[in-house]
């Protein structure tokens, strides 16, 4: 015989359950809007900058009058400068150093800086591990707009030391393929003249 107590005590259990997932839900959808809308510049920013310290891996090639292997080392993306060619009306032309995706690989040109770091020496070239790169760099989209598939040249110059701490320099070239919004890519670089002249490396941006 079904008891009436227990049906009523079913039944308020049941709606207080119900009550509170609803009144949960309205908490996180009323708090989401205004955290979007009193967005602070210096977390924004400073939370970004400590996400640029991850580095993208790099492979270097360690090249010597006899043999010759890879070295593996790590590289870090800054774009002091970046103009947009078509941003639409809520973007601006120019950004500086944060520049998001949409503005990047929808088609864009760049100023880059790349420091390289290898993390075991050049046995055959004689390089030291510490280098970097320099210059210019073109955003061109090939697919939904960039944000599927994306394609970049860029030349510049290189700096790089041997192991007597002569000084190397010279012009270099680079390409790059990316994909996955802009946060993923493959990157060549040729160094005209140098002791390590190829590099090869995946392209991680954290936005």
């Keep these: 015989m079904i ?9 308020i259990t049941r709606f207080l359950r119900g009550g509170l997932c609803i009144l949960l ?8 809007h205004p955290q979007a809308e009193r967005e602070k510049p210096l977390l924004k920013y400073s939370s970004w900058a400590v996400m640029q310290l991850l580095p993208s891996p790099v492979f270097f090639e360690d090249k010597g009058i006899a043999n010759s292997g890879t070295e593996f080392g790590f590289e870090w993306q800054v774009t002091p400068l970046s103009y947009t060619f078509k941003p639409n009306k809520y973007l601006n032309h120019f950004s500086a150093l944060l520049i998001k995706p949409v503005k990047k690989f929808t088609g864009s040109a760049e100023l880059f800086f ?3 770091y290898a993390l ?7 390089a030291q591990r510490y280098m970097y790169n320099t210059g210019a760099r073109v955003y061109f989209p090939l697919a939904q707009g960039g944000e599927y598939l994306s394609f970049s040249l860029g030349a510049g110059y290189y700096s790089q030391k041997n192991e007597f701490n002569s000084k190397m320099d010279g012009i270099m070239y ?17 160094k005209q003249n140098a002791i390590s002249k190829y590099n090869i490396g ?6």
């Excluded at 008891?3 to 039944?11: A, L, Q, R, T």
């Excluded at 839900?25 to 989401?32: D, E, K, M, T, W």
């Excluded at 680079?174 to 040729?190: N, P, Q, R």
């Design 174 to 190: 680079e390409a790059g393929i990316y994909s996955v919004f802009g946060m993923f890519g493959l990157k060549f670089a040729y």
């Design 25 to 32: 839900f309205v908490i996180l959808y009323s708090n989401a």
């Design 114 to 116: 790349t420091p390289q």
């Design 120 to 126: 075991s020496s050049f046995d055959y070239s004689k």
């Design 3 to 11: 008891n009436p107590e227990d049906i009523k005590h079913k039944s």
């Design 202 to 207: 995946f392209y991680l941006k954290y936005y």
